[in-house]
């Protein structure tokens, strides 16, 4: 075996080394070995899959998967004693999508998945609604949480916030644009957004021309306030515009209105989104 001892090796900027695998690491200090840190804006333009680096910008440890920058550890906001407020925050910061602690004025801190990448990013998870528990989602309180963790898009059944905790959230985040409410129907690829001027009550009826039936099909979109009749609960409209809306619950007194509904449509399950 061939042994090589150098004090120092220099290499130009973007150098490519080649070792043949397998390979053996060893280091013998104890001191720590130090990774490349850059900020955000600095990370490569063209990352290899496995490329790990310190992110200077939210103080982070994270790795390029070949499609995204995952953060590994998260030594700033969003953390266990450093939540966040809202997703906004950490969207401001350059924070890929994933798990974080959220924590809205005056309430509960909770481990919340966070999209960054989709419609301006910033959206904090706060209902994962299934047909399978039909109604359950018709509900002012939370639903099937555990501990603090808040819910997931692989949840079998419905885990939702409560209107009071997504209330806060609202009211904590900086976003002033038009739609801050985002339900995203997955069983028939539908997407409402709601009027950011709409305050969270998911069992009340959202009819008579409410900033929760001022809705449209695209982020930030022209909004249509489509005048529902009383059956429609929470968010949207059931009834008015042919499959075009859908609404939160419908006619719960029936008993078997299942998930997201609308009259052409039918059910769905899928999620609600809050910025």
């Not at 819910?151 to 739609?179: C, E, F, V």
């Not at 009826?205 to 900033?211: D, G, H, K, P, Q």
């Not at 929470?234 to 809306?245: L, N």
Request: proline residues 4%; contains cysteine.
């Amino acid at each position: 075996m061939s042994e090589l001892r150098v004090n120092k090796i220099a290499v130009n900027t973007d150098p490519s080394i080649e070792i043949a695998s397998p390979m053996n690491v060893t280091n013998s200090g104890t001191a720590g070995m130090p990774i490349p840190v850059g900020t955000t804006a600095q990370r490569h333009s063209t990352p290899t899959k496995g490329m790990l680096r310190w992110n200077s910008t939210y103080d982070g440890l994270e790795v390029w998967t070949g499609t995204t920058w995952f953060t590994l550890l998260n030594g700033g906001i969003g953390t266990v004693n450093n939540p966040a407020p809202n997703g906004v925050a950490l969207k401001a910061l350059g924070l890929p999508s994933g798990v974080y602690y959220i924590k809205p004025t005056n309430e509960a801190s909770y481990q919340m998945y966070v999209d960054n990448d989709r419609n301006g990013g910033g959206w904090v998870l706060c209902a994962r609604v299934t047909t399978a528990s039909c109604q359950a989602h018709i509900n002012n309180g939370s639903v099937g949480l555990g501990g603090n963790l808040g819910p997931r898009t692989g949840d079998s059944t419905t885990t939702k916030m409560s209107d009071d905790w997504m209330n806060a959230l609202r009211s904590s985040s900086t976003y002033s644009g038009s739609t801050a409410f985002w339900m995203e129907a997955t069983g028939f690829g539908k997407n409402v957004f709601i009027s950011s001027a709409a305050t969270v009550n998911l069992v009340s009826s959202a009819s008579t021309n409410n900033e929760r039936t001022r809705i449209s099909t695209t982020y930030e979109g022209s909004l249509s306030d489509r005048d529902p009749n009383t059956g429609t609960r929470g968010f949207g409209d059931h009834h008015t515009s042919s499959g075009t809306y859908f609404a939160w619950g419908r006619h719960p007194e029936d008993g078997n209105n299942c998930g997201f509904r609308e009259d052409t449509n039918g059910s769905s399950s899928g999620f609600l989104w809050v910025k």
